[in-house]
């Protein structure tokens, strides 16, 4: 049966439709007696996205910032406290110097578990990692994959993540939901470079959904809700036809992965991975409905 907490989140999940964002602070420990939502994870966790020069820089829209004001209208007070660290893969989030060091020394891991243990306020537990491991194995240049790099990214998450879900699980305790987040492909905007981008595109979903089903399956066995961010990118679907203004008909897929990030961008951004506002939105969204559906 849910917890009280986990109930308690459940009815923001149903309450709120907008997509609403704060004001990006730096992550701080909150007050003995606040309420928080802690955050662990890469730049996604972190809001990223490209300024007008096209550098990537952390933003008040990020997913972490939508489920902070959410949770608002439940925790009165409640901080946003986000560890993540741009760049991070599962070895660095468990045996690299985190990026929020005056929050407990260590890891990121470390600084999240030091959190918990020292702050009896927590609501929600959010984390993202993995994708650097493997995603840096797939080119945008016309190279391919290099599936010897893919094979060493995987075998460097089965090596870090359980470590990481299982800690975690056990330092929010059986109250506090913990909700891993899986992703969306990126490499689907390859579609738009004509035969070989749309045949890099295409490989690209299966090292994603093998990556995807990897990830989710570690969080599971530790006890933690997933949240598939890929299934609202719809990145399986490269059946249904969609408008792709300026671009002409291309799968839903596409569609989304260009509607949603800055993936599809001319310069000075170009192939950007991270999401723009709405599509930090619907990771967001998948968080809530993970929490909700309790899967």
């Known amino acids: 049966m849910p917890s009280t907490r986990a109930l308690t989140l459940v009815c923001v999940a149903a309450a709120c439709a907008a997509v609403l964002a704060v004001s990006a602070e730096p992550a701080r420990a909150p007050a003995d007696s606040a309420p928080y939502y802690l955050a662990l994870g890469d730049s996604l966790a972190a809001g990223d996205q490209p300024d007008a020069r096209g550098v990537d820089r952390p933003t008040p829209q990020g997913y972490v910032s939508v489920l902070a004001r959410r949770l608002t209208r439940v925790y009165r007070g409640l901080q946003a406290v986000n560890l993540s660290c741009g760049g991070a893969t599962s070895r660095t989030l468990l045996t690299f110097p985190g990026c929020q060091p005056r929050l407990g020394p260590g890891s990121q891991l470390e600084e999240a578990e030091h959190v918990l243990a020292g702050r009896p306020g927590a609501a929600l537990v959010t984390i993202d990692v993995g994708d650097n ?50 992703d969306y492909d990126q490499f689907l905007a390859l579609w738009l470079d004509g035969g070989r981008g749309r045949a890099a595109a295409r490989e690209s979903v299966a090292v994603i959904d093998h990556l995807n089903a990897l990830i989710a399956s570690i969080y599971a066995r530790a006890g933690i809700l997933v949240a598939p961010a890929g299934q609202a990118f719809a990145t399986d679907d490269l059946a249904t036809p969609r408008r792709l203004p300026g671009r002409g008909t291309v799968p839903l897929a596409v569609e989304r992965v260009c509607r949603w990030t800055w993936a599809c961008s001319g310069p000075p951004v170009g192939h950007d991975d991270h999401a723009n506002a709405a599509g930090y939105g619907q990771i967001a969204q998948a968080v809530l409905d993970a929490l909700a559906g309790g899967r």
Request: aromatic share 0%.
């Open 133 to 182: 491991d493997v995603e840096r194995c797939i080119h945008t240049d016309g190279r391919r994959i290099d599936r010897a790099c893919v094979q060493r990214g995987t075998a460097s998450l089965v090596a870090h993540l359980p470590a990481i879900a299982q800690r975690l699980r056990a330092a929010a305790g059986s109250r506090v939901p913990v909700v891993g987040i899986t």
